[in-house]
């Protein structure tokens, strides 16, 4: 497990100031292509410690109604893994920054560059283009929701091996047993899902979303960072063993898509 990664030093400095740490998850390309790199500098300069950047992809199992609708959007307007890492790689941001992305896109990053290969060198040097691109992006971390643990490791070693750390997820069915399989390999933060489901807006957390952070906190001594289903300070009121960080995507992305501003929807969480 590594510990003094930028992610992890940004979570914990908002711990040292006694509040949560604040992770707001922004589609690539969304609202406009345009407009994203506008919003994503507000969000920057309005409060996030982290900021996620989602990957839009054609088949998002995970997501909810409002990523799903931003995501469609995105790739409508031609946006891709390569068009977010090649912006990124031309400009700077004063927080870390983190890719949400399914396999998939990955995968076929740098699959172009290595043909004639068999399946398992070409995805070590697919990855290896990836991880390249990711650190001349100056991305920390990389999430992918659809990744089993059993089939991390080319995935982690490439991205471990230009600096970046490839986030864990767990949630209300991963057992004490199994997030300990993820601890040696643990990076950054971990990802702790409040319910089981895809996400989006929920009015408040369900009864397990405190029993898997406190699952989680017996064994990570990294930090937890909570999602799907944030949308208010509120909701965290009342929890006897909160996270160290919050995740918000689908009440941010609803907000923009009504044309609010990014800096608006992050001032109740100041």
């Not at 290969?117 to 697919?126: L, P, T, W």
């Not at 300990?180 to 933060?189: D, I, N, Q, S, V």
Request: glycine residues 12%.
């Amino acid at each position: 497990m590594r510990e003094n990664s930028a992610l992890t030093e940004a979570v914990r400095k908002a711990a040292g100031e006694g509040r949560c740490a604040r992770i707001p998850y922004l589609t690539g390309g969304f609202p406009t292509p345009e407009s994203f790199w506008e919003v994503l500098g507000e969000l920057c300069g309005s409060g996030a410690d982290v900021v996620e950047i989602g990957v839009p992809f054609s088949d998002p199992v995970a997501d909810g109604p409002a990523v799903a609708e931003a995501g469609r959007k995105a790739l409508d307007n031609g946006i891709s893994l390569r068009w977010i890492l090649e912006g990124l790689s031309g400009r700077s941001f004063p927080v870390p920054l983190v890719l949400m992305s399914y396999a998939n896109p990955l995968l076929q990053y740098g699959w172009a560059a290595v043909p004639g290969k068999g399946v398992g060198e070409s995805i070590r040097d697919s990855l290896g283009e990836l991880a390249l691109a990711v650190r001349r992006a100056s991305v920390a971390g990389v999430i992918v929701p659809d990744l089993p643990l059993e089939e991390a490791g080319p995935f982690r070693e490439a991205l471990a091996g230009e600096g970046a750390d490839l986030i864990p997820l767990v949630g209300p069915n991963t057992t004490e047993r199994r997030m300990r399989e993820y601890l040696p390999t643990a990076m950054g933060y971990v990802y702790v899902v409040s319910v089981l489901g895809i996400t989006g807006v929920r009015k408040g957390l369900p009864p397990e979303a405190e029993e898997t952070l406190r699952r989680a906190r017996s064994v990570f001594s990294l930090p937890l960072a909570l999602g799907f289903g944030i949308k208010e300070p509120s909701q965290l009121e009342g929890l006897e063993c909160p996270p160290d960080a919050v995740i918000f995507g689908s009440a941010l992305l609803r907000h923009l898509a009504e044309g609010g501003r990014a800096r608006d929807f992050m001032a109740p969480w100041l």
